[in-house]
């Protein structure tokens, strides 16, 4: 009789690949694999500890394929293996990038053969060795007779008992998105935070930060009338009548009509997350050093619950009232409604995804989360792209809860900031495909044009020499090196680091730039040699935050915003001796000129740019520039340029000598992108270079089904 495939069986870690019957299993439990992640970990397991390149991977596995992406595909079979075999692209375990090249497989494996045959031959049973007598037999056999009845009773018994459990352990059925429809159509980027039924109240980022509302069943949007400037909306009342507000960029706490009109403060506390008890009677919220306090509605009999250390954000309080929900350190997070057994759900969820935005549905069977990647702004999390995922909480007699999420959407749009309507039939949120085009504003010609062919891009550095440039895409986050004309490219950091501002360094040979070390955490400095190599860090110290690290002409110092203490720094490279520029409390964004001779720093309290001149030993304020505190100087050290985002967008700059603004491009209707949303550049003949929005920012509503 024909046998089955046999191939070698690959035993590592709790994983056993069974190359002739093409199954992976996990202590035991078969694992449902694609085809391509599957072929890929084929290969890689029989090249144990041996690099094999991307353009191996390409040819081995899509030779035969035209017309496909296989970087991409390549990436997203890459992805779904680390899922599968729980990996960290930053720790790996089973499968190391090896940076430009491709990968390679570190964990050891056992190898071994196994012949399965499909049948085994029945063996006849011994005889007995003592036959009993026929008559004896027979009188056995009335003595075991049984009534007629009995057969058929027992027989409905069993198959009702069957029925039973199959109906008490039956599978039940999935929740699944059944339609997408588009509720905006005008590609502004707007943040989702609550609902009244008819309305969403939205943080909308058209020009000056602003509350908004949108009509659900048109997608007209309004300005929402509250008598008082820079407030953000939040959670909306369980009835639907008041609306929770931020205000100003301390984050107090107030209460309004959703129809608008006055403002009642609740708390003058810098409040991180907040949100609604089932019955709308109190609240629970957060502060930035991880305390959580509960009050009630209307502000009083405030009293701390416990303390979680650390930013708390997306806090949701369950239907049942029990049980608190939050992320923190982009994981999620869970304890009982009085602030005990604080926990992480999902330990087993891989690091280089975080979980975010996570909602009850109304009635408590479903818990909703955002997955993916992302960045921490200013007003919370800024999505690159996340994907939705439920947690099945359905709790029915002898079922166990499942232990893993179920995916709902696809990986076409990134989604971000779901909430459901009261039914628990609709979400809605925001969907995304971030994308940019870089573009430069070419003086003489009074034109701006693609550059670099618009790749999607932004953070450009150029070498000193002019005959390099390197960059970060967005929203990949992907550090690259290339020629003046893009030409050459080599990839230079990987996933989750996310470089921001990258400098190269006056001798051409470093690259300096700030990033979190992993998906979570505070921006500190790291530094890696202009040819390519691992990033080290610059400031190596324990609780560090340090952001918008520059270099002195002379590539001797670099200037930076201490986080830990909030005011500018300057470390000696040679010495590692960091002094404190006098004066500098408070104050961000610090930019050495090219030279030598100040330093520009913005100050968020009066939103102005000010500069601190080494000769004098003192601080001037500059002319308001208006909304938008990215600055970047003149090659010749005579203008501060910046993207003013106000009524009036465009690129403008300040003569330095004259303390004059000057307008030097109108860019109405353009709609900057990116990871800070506000970042110009310069190219060595002092020519703007900005990021606009190519991508997808609309509103969605999606119909939630559970059938």
């Known amino acids: 009789m024909p046998t089955q495939a046999v191939g070698p069986m690959y035993q590592f870690g709790d994983f056993r690949l069974d190359c002739g019957r093409f199954e992976l299993f996990r202590n035991g439990h078969s694992l449902r694999v694609e085809r391509k992640p599957m072929e890929l970990l084929i290969l ?10 991307r353009a191996e991977i390409a040819q081995r596995l899509w030779s035969s394929e035209v017309f496909v992406d296989t970087e991409h595909g390549i990436n997203t079979a890459i992805r779904k293996l680390r899922y599968l075999l729980r990996d960290d692209s930053e720790d790996p375990k089973f499968i ?12 050891a494996i056992e190898v071994s053969e196994e012949a399965r045959p499909d049948a085994v031959q029945p063996v006849d049973p011994p005889a007995p060795a003592n036959p009993v007598p026929t008559s004896e037999v027979r009188k056995d056999e009335r003595r075991k007779r049984v009534p007629a009845w009995l057969l058929p009773a027992a027989g409905i018994l069993v198959l009702s008992l069957a029925g039973a459990a199959w109906y008490l352990l039956r599978p039940l059925p999935q929740p699944r998105i059944t339609e997408y429809r588009q509720i905006t159509h005008d590609g502004v980027q707007r943040w989702v935070a609550g609902t009244d039924g008819m309305r969403l109240f939205v943080v909308s980022l058209a020009g000056k930060v602003k509350a908004a509302q949108v009509d659900i069943s048109t997608g007209e949007a309004t300005n929402l009338p509250i008598a008082m400037e820079f407030t953000v909306p939040g959670p909306v009342s369980p009835d639907g009548e008041t609306l929770l507000v931020f205000q100003g960029t301390d984050r107090t706490l107030w209460t309004t009509s959703t129809q608008g009109g006055s403002l009642r403060r609740l708390s003058d506390k810098s409040i991180d997350s907040v949100v609604w008890s089932p019955d709308g009677k109190s609240l629970i919220y957060t502060l930035e050093n991880g305390d959580v306090y509960v009050m009630r509605s209307d502000g009083t009999d405030v009293h701390k619950l416990t303390s979680v250390g650390g930013p708390v954000f997306d806090i949701d309080w369950s239907p049942d009232g029990k049980t608190i929900r939050y992320t923190k350190d982009d994981a999620l997070w869970q304890m009982t409604s009085s602030g005990s057994n604080p926990h992480r759900l999902l330990p087993d969820w891989p690091a280089s995804q975080g979980i975010y935005c996570g909602r009850w549905t109304p009635d408590g069977e479903f818990f909703l989360f955002v997955a993916g990647r992302a960045r921490l702004h200013e007003w919370g999390y800024k999505m690159q792209m996340g994907q939705l995922w439920a947690l099945d909480e359905r709790r029915r007699l002898f079922r166990r809860l499942p232990a893993e999420p179920v995916k709902l959407t696809a990986e076409a749009i990134g989604w971000w900031d779901p909430i459901f309507n009261k039914d628990g039939q609709k979400i809605f949120a925001r969907g995304l495909t971030p994308r940019g085009e870089l573009l430069r504003y070419d003086p003489k010609t009074r034109m701006i044009e693609p550059y670099l062919g618009g790749i999607s891009a932004e953070f450009v550095t150029f070498s000193p020499d002019g005959k390099s ?32 501002l990258p400098r190269w360094s006056p001798d051409g040979r470093q690259i300096l730039f700030m990033a979190s070390p992993g998906l979570h955490g505070s921006d500190v400095m790291f530094i890696m040699p202009a040819e390519g190599g691992k990033p080290q860090r610059l400031l190596p110290r324990e609780n560090g935050s340090e952001a918008d690290p520059n270099w002195s002409p002379d590539g001797r110092k670099v ?11 300057i470390l000696d490279i040679t010495s590692h001796q960091v002094m404190v520029l006098p004066g500098s409390d408070g104050l961000f964004s610090p930019r050495w000129s090219p030279d030598g001779r100040t330093i520009a720093v913005f100050d968020p309290p009066n939103n102005r740019t000010k500069l601190f001149d080494f000769a004098r030993q003192r601080w001037s304020t500059l002319v308001d520039m208006g909304p938008g505190e990215f600055i970047e100087w003149s090659p010749d050290s005579r203008y501060i340029y910046s993207l003013c985002l106000g009524d009036s967008p465009g690129v403008c700059r300040i003569n330095i000598e004259k303390n004059r603004l000057e307008h030097v491009v109108d860019m109405k209707g353009f709609r900057p992108t990116g990871l800070i949303n506000a970042w110009i550049g310069l190219d060595p003949s002092g020519a703007p270079l900005i990021l606009r929005d190519a991508g997808l920012a609309e509103i969605y509503a999606l119909s939630f089904e559970v059938k």
Do not use: K
């Open 44 to 53: 890689l397991a029989t090249r144990e500890s041996q690099l094999v390149t």
């Open 469 to 500: 440039l390197a960059y970060v895409t967005f929203p990949e986050g992907i550090l690259w090196r290339a020629n003046r004309d893009g030409s050459g490219r080599v990839q230079m950091t990987d996933p989750p680091m996310y470089p921001i």
């Open 96 to 107: 190391q990038t090896v940076t430009g090249m491709g990968y390679r497989f570190i964990c």
């Open 559 to 569: 200037v930076f915003w201490d986080g830990v203490h909030n005011d500018i720094r």
